[in-house]
């Protein structure tokens, strides 16, 4: 029995991005026989509502098996019951003929359709302000979510040609249960669909990335998916320089922002060829020391454009004394700024949480992202004044 593999492969779920063997990849566009191809172990890729997943396809049987799933509490049931049948050592398949396992197949499906019925992922094109579509995906509870009165949170990063992470985590629940929309912005200067997508967004087109950005805020509330005055953004690295030039350009767009390790002061940064990165951002940013190119990045610096006197966000930034790519006086320069320019009033809203111990990605471990996650949601939940209606009930 010929196989189309290039054509026929796609027709399975979740197959595109699934990882096949370097002799299989090898002949992607040819007819194959069935009984040619060995069976092989792989991860499906993950989707915004449903973990991770390794399948045990027969090819032969176009039938498929779950041999394991992330166990999410509350959420689904105790996965991976396949494992028990499948035979490693012996490369064999379950008979998918067999009614028992029949029905648990079915049940396995019916445990990815249980995310979709609770949680909800929608992608938009967001037309920009030059007309561009921009993909935006937009997560929300189907119970706790209420048109026109969620509050939201607005994630992007924009930079390196890098695709924004929006696979499944179990952490946004805590907001998503909540009533929070999580979204994402897939700004240009990010990865998009060809490398055109990264090059419209860096160097001289990098205000493309910021109006994307603001674009995308304002779709959510224009479209009742978050309330106008409950919407929150989040940024990382080069994210956050992001994020801060938005807020910079709309401070009453956002009640409050997270910047994690946050690129701000890159003027300054850029003119310092002695820094690890410097020399290898000029291609991403541009040379401040070639005048153009100088101006270009003072109209949109974070740390350069901070409006005197106006009322400021609430903002948590954190930084890490030994990072290597973003200095740790970056952040502490631009928390400095906001308090001495912005409105005396909101400026003690603007928080600098530094990591004495961590580096660029922090010290890592479970226990330490989800205290660190924790204290990003609570930090959240006040700045959105969630905390004081708690205590008034």
């Excluded at 689904?76 to 494992?83: A, E, H, K, L, W």
């Excluded at 064999?92 to 396992?101: R, V």
């Excluded at 779709?219 to 929150?232: A, C, R």
């Excluded at 906001?338 to 010290?363: A, P």
């Amino acid at each position: 029995m010929p196989l189309q593999i290039g054509k026929d492969l796609m027709l399975l779920p979740f197959w595109k991005g699934a990882r096949m063997p370097a002799e299989m990849r090898a002949h992607l566009h040819q007819q194959m026989e069935i009984g040619d191809l060995n069976p092989w172990f792989f991860p499906l890729p993950s989707d915004s509502l449903m973990p991770d997943v390794i399948i045990d396809y027969d090819m032969r049987k176009l039938v498929f098996s779950i041999v394991q799933q992330e166990d999410v509490l509350g959420v689904s049931c105790n996965s991976g019951s396949f494992s028990q049948t499948h035979d490693l050592s012996a490369n064999k398949l379950p008979d998918a003929q067999n009614d028992e396992n029949k029905h648990a197949q079915i049940t396995e499906v019916q445990r990815w359709k249980d995310f979709s019925d609770a949680y909800c992922c929608e992608r938009k094109e967001v037309i920009s302000h030059d007309g561009v579509e921009v993909p935006l995906t937009i997560l929300y509870s189907r119970e706790a979510w209420k048109k026109g009165q969620s509050p939201g949170l607005l994630q992007g990063y924009g930079a390196y040609g890098e695709v924004l992470d929006k696979n499944w985590c179990s952490d946004r629940l805590s907001l998503l249960d909540r009533g929070w929309v999580v979204a994402f912005a897939d700004v240009r200067g990010g990865g998009g669909p060809d490398s055109s997508w990264h090059k419209c967004g860096s160097g001289l087109n990098k205000l493309n990335s910021i109006y994307d950005f603001i674009c995308c805020g304002k779709y959510l509330v224009n479209e009742g998916y978050v309330h106008e005055d409950q919407i929150g953004a989040i940024g990382s690295s080069a994210g956050g320089l992001l994020v801060g030039a938005a807020i910079n350009m709309y401070p009453d767009m956002f009640r409050a922002a997270i910047l994690k390790v946050p690129f701000l002061d890159i003027c300054n940064t850029l003119l310092d060829p002695n820094l690890p990165l410097t020399i290898l951002d000029y291609e991403e940013f541009g040379n401040p020391q070639e005048q153009s190119q100088l101006e270009y990045i003072l109209s949109y610096s974070p740390y350069d454009n901070i409006p005197q006197g106006s009322c400021h966000p609430s903002v948590l930034v954190t930084a890490s004394f030994h990072d290597s790519r973003v200095g740790v006086w970056e952040a502490a320069k631009w928390v400095a700024k906001i308090r001495d320019s912005t409105c005396s009033s909101c400026s003690g809203g603007v928080i600098l949480k530094t990591d004495m111990k961590g580096g660029h990605f922090g010290e890592g471990g479970r226990r330490g992202q989800c205290e660190e996650t924790a204290y990003e949601y609570a930090f959240l939940m006040k700045a959105m004044g969630f905390l004081n209606e708690q205590r008034k009930r």
